[in-house]
């Protein structure tokens, strides 16, 4: 019987790495290979179909490294055309971004996680990645002599594992080890996609802690590591199409659509919030989570209005028409200071230094984006001198008073003079 080598990264050095998971800068993640003697070198990834057995590799048929590299990463574009994009993107830059390191050895990075290791054969390290900076004007470290010795197959498998490790790289998840970046490489290469679903391939790379899914223009949450429970998987719902309707949106996304933008860059932040589309991508409802850090990240916001040019509305809570134009929009603001000067009037929150909570804003639209009513929080009245609209809060608030605004933005509701 063949003897193996059973390489473990040793649990206590997992939980070291995991508090640091994403100081790529300091740390870095490897491509590596499989060097035995008397046979040529093979991509890690590739040597493991071995003992995972997913099928049988399918080599592309292109001619150069490249070509291959892009070749194998259009496998994915029938289940996930955002993501295919994306890594056709640093693929064609990759060797633009290339280090070439001659006669020295990279010092081995320690995200291997479990790797089982043939007698009279040894891992050798071929590349190194991390986040360009002032320091490092390059992503990639390549030992030249170690490439040099692989064919362009094996090149283009090592391509595909960056690729897929940069994402990992410049995302939310807290992944240690690059295990499930290899097999993932392995799906690519044996070319297990053909035969799945939609809903498999969504549960497949939650299974291998991806955090997004894009659909219909969306950044989708589908997993995050939990402190307390570990992995935990995010719902998606889709429709007949395969298109997401009702999901989690993902903090870490830009969006700019008709008549709403977001944008945030952290990876700290999992989730922005809940929301619904109708069957033909339209946004009809968004909820942004509770916990979401806005000190971190911004909420959603729109543009509206007057002669005296736009004005920025931010909000928690939105609805939307059947042309995805809002027609509410509500948050929870700070104690005061907050204020909105619109089609003339000013209005302006004012709150007693003993009130503790918060308030919330609600903002109601008609279909040509007008504000047509709003209700800041507490008692308005107005203020007989400087004619602002002043919304009054005290310690024991009674219900708040909605004001309704015709579309030439006067006040239609009863507004006493303020005391």
């Known amino acids: 019987m063949k003897r193996i080598n059973l390489l473990l990264v040793v649990a206590t050095v997992f939980g070291a790495l995991c508090a640091q998971a994403n100081n790529w800068y300091d740390r870095g993640n490897a491509g590596f290979v499989l060097a035995c003697v008397g046979k040529k070198p093979v991509v890690l990834d ?24 892009l070749d194998i990463i259009a496998r994915l574009e029938s289940h996930d055309k955002a993501r295919a994009s994306q890594y056709k993107s640093w693929a064609l830059a990759f060797f633009n971004e290339v280090q070439w390191v001659h006669d020295a050895a990279l010092n081995q990075t320690p995200d291997l996680g479990m790797v089982i290791i043939p007698n009279n054969c ?11 900076s002032i320091l490092n004007s390059k992503r990639y470290m390549i030992n030249q002599n170690l490439w040099n010795q692989l064919d362009s197959d094996n090149q283009a498998a090592l391509i595909v594992h960056e690729i897929i490790y940069r994402e990992f790289m410049n995302s939310v998840t807290q992944e240690p080890a690059s295990e499930r970046i290899r097999v993932f490489n392995l799906v690519l290469h044996t070319n297990l ?31 995050y590591e939990s402190s307390k429970k570990g992995w935990l998987n995010i719902p998606v719902t889709l429709n007949e ?3 997401v309707i009702e999901g989690t949106l993902a903090a ?17 932040l999992p989730a922005l919030g809940y929301v619904q589309l109708d069957d033909n991508g339209t946004l009809r409802r968004l909820n942004v989570h509770k916990d979401f ?19 920025r509305i931010s909000g928690s809570r939105w609805t939307f028409d ?20 619109y089609k003339g009037t000013t209005y302006i929150v004012h709150s007693s230094i003993l009130q503790e909570t918060p308030y919330w804003s609600s903002y109601y639209f008609d279909s ?52």
């Open 46 to 69: 590739l040597h493991e179909n071995e003992t995972r057995q997913l099928g049988e590799i399918q080599f592309s048929s292109q001619s150069h490294t490249q070509s291959k590299a």
């Open 122 to 132: 040894q891992l050798e390290q071929v590349v190194f990645q991390r986040n360009p």
């Open 193 to 223: 996609l053909a035969g799945l679903t939609l809903p498999e391939y969504i549960s497949l790379i939650q299974e291998l802690h991806f955090t997004s899914y894009t659909s219909q223009n969306l950044k989708f949450a589908i997993g």
């Open 241 to 243: 199409a395969g298109h």
């Open 252 to 268: 870490q996304q830009m969006f700019i659509r008709k008549h709403i933008s977001y944008n945030c860059h952290s990876t700290d």
């Open 293 to 311: 850090d806005t000190k971190l990240c911004g909420l959603p916001s729109t543009l509206i209005t007057d002669d005296e040019g736009l004005h």
């Open 322 to 341: 059947q042309q995805e134009r809002p027609d509410y929009i509500s948050d929870q603001l700070p104690q005061s200071g907050h204020s909105l000067k």
């Open 368 to 419: 040509e984006l007008n504000l047509i009513a709003l209700d800041l929080g507490g008692h308005p009245c107005r203020d007989e001198k400087t004619q602002n609209v002043i919304f009054y809060r005290t310690v024991n608030d009674a219900p708040s008073l909605l004001l309704s605004l015709d579309t030439a933005g006067n006040i239609q509701s009863h507004l006493p003079a303020c005391y």
